[in-house]
């Protein structure tokens, strides 16, 4: 069993993803009753777990059209605060019912896109004063 934090379980998760080619997503978390809570459990899953709950069926506003990308996937990992306060894998699925990527798209995932710390710093710097066009002409985005 693999042992750590929980943002070293995510972290783990994450790469065993996207080495699959399946994307992530945070599930519930279970927490002590004490003054000060404390994570007991937490589930990480495949993007593709669960389904698309519609909040509002008789809505007369137009939405835009979303893929549907919910297909009842069951791949999770499961982790559990020991008696030392360390994170461990308690359970873990790898069958997924979805074709899952090619490992060079892995990047394009949701769980996959992040900017560094450097960057959002010099973009937190840039905002005083400076357009938003003007940064991201900058970024040559």
Not at 18 to 46: N, Y
């Amino acid at each position: 069993m693999t042992k750590g934090t929980i943002d070293e379980m995510h972290t783990l998760y994450c790469n065993h993803a996207r080495e699959m080619g399946f994307s992530v997503r945070k599930g519930t978390s279970r927490f002590s009753r004490d003054e000060t809570p404390i994570v007991l459990g937490k589930l990480f899953l495949c993007a593709c777990a669960g389904i698309r709950v519609s909040t509002k069926e008789n809505c007369s506003k137009q939405k835009r059209n979303v893929a549907l990308t919910r297909t009842k996937c069951k791949a999770m990992m499961r982790i559990k605060r020991n008696n030392d306060g360390v994170y461990e894998v308690v359970k873990h699925i790898e069958k997924h019912n979805h074709p899952l990527t090619r490992t060079e798209w892995s990047h394009l995932h949701r769980s996959e896109r992040s900017i560094t710390n450097e960057k959002a710093k010099a973009i937190e710097e840039m905002l005083f004063g400076i357009e938003t066009n003007t940064i991201l002409l900058l970024y040559g985005i």
